[in-house]
Nanobody
């Protein structure tokens, strides 16, 4: 499984961005997908996840502002980020695990990772 994340950039506080992550493989519908982020000097943290049945889960810090979705026909997962804050600045990574289980928040449970895309929110 190969993942390609894109869509990052520079945005002012209060603005929006949509990240995309395209996956290879013919069984994308069975993938549980997650978005993680890592800010300079900080550990990688869970942002949002969606499983094979479209159940979603969010970190408290982004709940109500971010939305994760998937398009199985395009083998792509999205992260719509609204009301962005400077503290959302980080490298964002998409990740995948081939499982039919509830959304996992631990990065160690995801086997496949994309290369990361930078999101910078200016104040």
């Amino acid at each position: 499984v190969q993942l390609q994340a894109y869509g990052g950039g520079l945005v002012q506080a209060g603005g929006s961005l949509r990240l995309s992550c395209a996956a290879s493989g013919r069984t994308f519908s069975n993938y549980a997908m997650g978005w993680f982020r890592q800010a300079p000097g900080k550990e990688r943290e869970f942002v949002a996840g969606i499983n094979w049945s479209d159940s979603t889960y969010y970190a408290d810090s982004v709940k109500g502002r971010f939305a994760i979705s998937r398009d199985n026909a395009k083998s792509t997962v999205y992260l719509q980020m609204n009301s962005l804050k400077p503290e959302d600045t980080a490298v964002y990574y998409c990740a995948a695990r081939i499982t039919r289980t509830p959304v996992a928040t631990m990065s160690a449970l995801y086997r496949y990772w994309g290369q990361g895309t930078q999101v910078t929110v200016s104040s």
